[in-house]
Structures are given as structure tokens and as C-alpha cells.
């Protein structure tokens, strides 16, 4: 089975910290993503990457950077953490086998409470 | 640019009754439709996919989902659903750009089942 895990479940933070959140997928996925999930408006898409060192902006990219540095690991990062970044964190992962229709698998969640 | 619309934000549904979830989606290229599958407290896994053929498609636990490219439909259905049922659902497409550009997802329909 293919697991992603993501590096906690919940986090609290203040105002201004950066933050960190990891991702980490065992199949060898080629493509991995970030998506954000709010109460009435689903899930948006922060950040994917289709290979190491790639990375492409979302719908929502303003306010987050990523790092992909290995292959199996995707980060999420705040530079300045703000009240409104305050969200469920959902990290996915597919594979690249050239149809355009992969199924992806998605983490637990990292709950992001910013104080 | 693709869309997705979830007509419904909630749905309460007697248990072993039938029911279906509304999805419409927008798009000017050829799709692929998703159904995905929240139960509490988790991450979300895909219940079944369209990606070409016959427009019927069936997933797991019992759902199915019909494809109507006339009316730009994906509705989900099952005939007896359990309390076991519910979650929140989530309508995705992916566009031209396939897998690796990320999902575009409706804001959810939270399925309650009522015992």
C-alpha cells in the first residue's frame, strides 16, 4: 500500500514563526503536492513538484515556498507565519506513468493552528 | 480554466436509503472526473475514477458515479448506504495538464446518515 505521512497532526504556532511541514511518500512517486482545506471552500492547491528540485505554483502559492530535495520528501514552508494561514495542510503524492489520470494519495493532515 | 460545483452542502440521508451526490464541473479541455472519500479525523482516499470509456464507473464500498458529457455531470450514487457512509466527498477533475498539475476539487458535500 502506498503511505504518506506527514509530520504532525497538529502544530500550533505564533505569529511571524516560520513553520515547517513535512511530507514523506514511500512509492517512488514522481509528483507530489500541497493543498490547504477550509470549512466551505474544499481543497485548494498550494504547490506541486513533478520531480526533485522542481516545483510549481497552485491556485494559492502567496505566502508559502517549498522544498523538494529528495525525491521521497516534499516541504511545505511559512515564511512568516499570519492568523489566516491557520488551516488543515493536506500533502498528496501520484505517480508519473504517463497517463495523464494518476490516482493521488493523500496524508493524514497536519492541523496548523497560528495564535 | 476548470471548475467544480458541488450542489449540495450537506445531504441527510435515512439509513439503507438510497442517494445521490451532485457534481457539475467546467472545463475547456477533455477531463477526468474523481470521487474522493474524507471520513473523520482522516485524509481522503479515492472512492472511483472516470477517465474514458463507459460513462458508468463503480468504486468501492458500493458507490458508483455517472459520467454525462451533455450536461457536464459526475453524480455519485448508492442504493443503501450505512452509517458507516459518513464522511465528507469531494468532486475533482483534472484537466489537460493530468495528474501532475494537481486536482481542482468542489468545496464537498458532507453526507450524514441517520439512523
Known amino acids: 500500500d502506498v503511505k504518506v505521512t506527514q509530520s504532525s497532526r497538529y502544530l500550533v504556532k505564533r505569529t511571524g514563526e516560520k513553520v515547517f511541514l513535512e511530507c514523506v511518500q514511500d512509492?517512488?512517486?514522481?509528483?507530489m503536492f500541497w493543498y490547504r482545506q477550509d470549512p466551505g471552500l474544499g481543497l485548494r492547491l498550494i504547490y506541486f513538484?513533478?520531480?526533485?528540485?522542481?516545483?510549481e505554483k497552485g491556485d494559492i502559492p502567496e505566502g508559502y515556498s517549498v522544498s523538494r530535495e529528495k525525491k521521497e520528501r516534499f516541504s511545505l514552508i511559512l515564511e512568516s507565519a499570519s492568523t489566516n494561514q491557520t488551516s488543515m495542510y493536506l500533502c498528496?503524492?501520484?505517480?508519473?506513468?504517463?497517463?495523464?489520470?494518476?490516482?493521488?494519495?493523500f496524508g493524514p493532515g497536519t492541523r496548523l493552528t497560528v495564535l | 480554466a476548470q471548475s467544480v460545483t458541488q450542489l449540495d452542502s450537506q445531504v441527510p440521508v435515512f439509513e439503507e436509503a438510497p442517494v445521490e451526490l451532485r457534481c457539475n464541473y467546467s472545463s475547456s479541455v477533455s477531463v477526468y472526473l474523481f470521487w474522493y472519500v474524507q471520513y473523520p479525523n482522516q485524509g481522503l482516499q479515492l472512492l472511483l475514477k472516470?477517465?474514458?470509456?463507459?460513462?458508468l464507473v463503480k468504486g468501492i464500498n458500493g458507490f458508483e458515479a455517472e459520467f454525462n458529457k451533455s450536461q457536464t455531470s459526475f453524480h455519485l450514487r448508492k442504493p443503501s448506504v450505512h452509517i458507516s457512509d459518513t464522511a465528507e466527498y469531494f468532486c475533482?477533475?483534472?484537466?489537460?495538464?493530468?495528474?501532475?498539475?494537481?486536482?481542482?476539487f468542489g468545496k464537498g458535500t458532507h453526507l450524514i446518515i441517520q439512523p
Open positions: 475533482a477533475v483534472s484537466g489537460s495538464g493530468g495528474g501532475a498539475d494537481g486536482l481542482t
Open positions: 513538484s513533478y520531480d526533485v528540485k522542481m516545483k
Open positions: 472516470y477517465l474514458s470509456g463507459s460513462t
Open positions: 512509492m517512488d512517486h514522481e509528483n
Open positions: 498528496a503524492s501520484s505517480s508519473d506513468s504517463g497517463v495523464l489520470t494518476d490516482t493521488q494519495y
